[in-house]
T-cell receptor, first 116, second 108 residues
Framework: EPEVTQTPSHQVTQMGQEVILRCVPI?????FYWYRQILGQKVEFLVS????????KSEIFDDQFSVERPDGSNFTLKIRSTKLEDSAMYFC??????????????FGPGTRLTVL | GIQVEQSPPDLILQEGANSTLRCNFS?????LQWFHQNPWGQLINLFY???GTKQNGRLSATTVATERYSLLYISSSQTTDSGVYFC??????????FGTGTRLTVIP
C-alpha cells in the first residue's frame, strides 16, 4: 500500500543551525502539507503546497520556514535558523484531492526535531 | 477559528472492554478524520468520515455533520489500542484542525 515517507526519523541540531526535513508523498497525490506537534500538544497545521507554490500557511510558518519540491518526488521543509521552540515532531501529509469529497490526508511517520 | 473538542481527555480500560470517544466541532466541515497516534508518535489513519457510519474490524465511527459531532467506538479493546486518538476536521481552508486528543490506556 502506498505511503508517505519521511527522513530523517530523528534530527538533533544546535540552535541557529539550518535543518531540512524531507518527505516523499504518495506518488499520485498533488497536495502536500506540513504539520507539527510539540511534545504533549495537539497537531498544528504549518503549510499546504500545490502546483509548486504555497496554498495556505499558518501564523507559525514565519520567514524562518520555507518549503520546496526540488524534484518530482521530494517535498522539503527548511528551517533557516532553528530556535529551541522549534523542537517538535514534524509530519508531512499528502492528499489526492483538495476541497472536494475524498480529500483524505495521509501522514508520514514524522521527523522528531530536537534543538539544543 | 473552528473549535474541535474531544472527550474524555483520558480513558483507562481493562482489556476486552468497549469505549466511545467523542469529537465535537463548532462549525460545518468538509471532512473529518480519526487518527491513532501510537507510542512511537506515528499518526495512523483510522477513518475518513465526513458523515455517516463506517466500520473497520473492532473499530467503527459515526459522524452526524448536522449536529457537529463524531463518535469513535472501540470494541473488545486490546493493549495495542493504547495511544492517543485524534479527530481532525477540514474546513474551507483545506487544512486539518486537530482536536486535543483522547489518551487511551488499555491494561491487561
Amino acid at each position: 500500500e502506498p505511503e508517505v515517507t519521511q527522513t530523517p526519523s530523528h534530527q538533533v541540531t544546535q540552535m541557529g543551525q539550518e535543518v531540512i526535513l524531507r518527505c516523499v508523498p504518495i506518488s499520485n497525490h498533488l497536495y502536500f502539507y506540513w504539520y507539527r506537534q510539540i511534545l504533549g500538544q495537539k497537531v498544528e497545521f504549518l503549510v499546504s503546497f500545490y502546483n509548486n507554490e504555497i496554498s495556505e500557511k499558518s501564523e507559525i510558518f514565519d520567514d524562518q520556514f520555507s518549503v520546496e519540491r526540488p524534484d518530482g518526488s521530494n517535498f522539503t521543509l527548511k528551517i533557516r535558523s532553528t530556535k529551541l521552540e522549534d523542537s517538535a515532531m514534524y509530519f508531512c501529509a499528502s492528499s489526492e484531492k483538495r476541497g472536494e469529497p475524498d480529500n483524505e490526508q495521509f501522514f508520514g511517520p514524522g521527523t522528531r526535531l530536537t534543538v539544543l | 477559528g473552528i473549535q474541535v473538542e474531544q472527550s474524555p481527555p483520558d480513558l483507562i480500560l481493562q482489556e476486552g472492554a468497549n469505549s466511545t470517544l467523542r469529537c465535537n466541532f463548532s462549525d460545518s466541515v468538509n471532512n473529518l478524520q480519526w487518527f491513532h497516534q501510537n507510542p512511537w508518535g506515528q499518526l495512523i489513519n483510522l477513518f475518513y468520515i465526513p458523515s455517516g457510519t463506517k466500520q473497520n474490524g473492532r473499530l467503527s465511527a459515526t459522524t452526524v455533520a448536522t449536529e457537529r459531532y463524531s463518535l469513535l467506538y472501540i470494541s473488545s479493546s486490546q493493549t495495542t489500542d493504547s495511544g492517543v486518538y485524534f479527530c481532525a476536521v477540514l474546513t474551507g481552508a483545506n487544512n486539518l484542525f486537530f482536536g486535543t486528543g483522547t489518551r487511551l490506556t488499555v491494561i491487561p
